[in-house]
């Protein structure tokens, strides 16, 4: 069982950065070969926005391909999520996932036109 826990969202108005953070609850998340966040507005699919393996490989929706940054601190078991030139779109909530399994309860970020 892994428990995480997001941080770091907020209000942020329209072409503004904004970094989530998500810490396990285990020494090192170096062993989960991936981690990833979602994101899901009213009303609306949830989505992936950020996909990072253990060997660092990284993909994103184009919807945020060169705005978001998804990175991992395996020893620190923390994962984070760079959010810049944010747009009203990108309001949700945000959840962490390790390992495809286990959810975080998310995180709001509002973006203000």
């Known amino acids: 069982q892994v428990q995480l826990k997001e941080s770091g969202g907020g209000l942020v108005q329209a072409g503004g950065s904004l970094r989530l953070s998500c810490v396990a609850s285990?020494?090192?998340?170096?062993?989960?070969?991936?981690m990833e966040w979602y994101r899901q507005a009213p009303g609306k699919q949830r989505e992936l926005v950020a996909h990072v393996t253990n060997d660092d490989r990284e993909s994103y929706p184009y919807s945020v391909k060169g705005r978001f940054t998804a990175s991992r601190d395996n020893v620190r078991a923390t994962f984070y999520l760079q959010m810049n030139n944010l747009k009203p779109e990108d309001t949700a909530v945000y959840f962490c996932v390790a390992g495809r399994r286990w959810w975080g309860q998310g995180t709001q970020v509002t973006v203000s036109s």
């Open positions: 285990i020494t090192s998340i170096f062993n989960i070969t991936i």
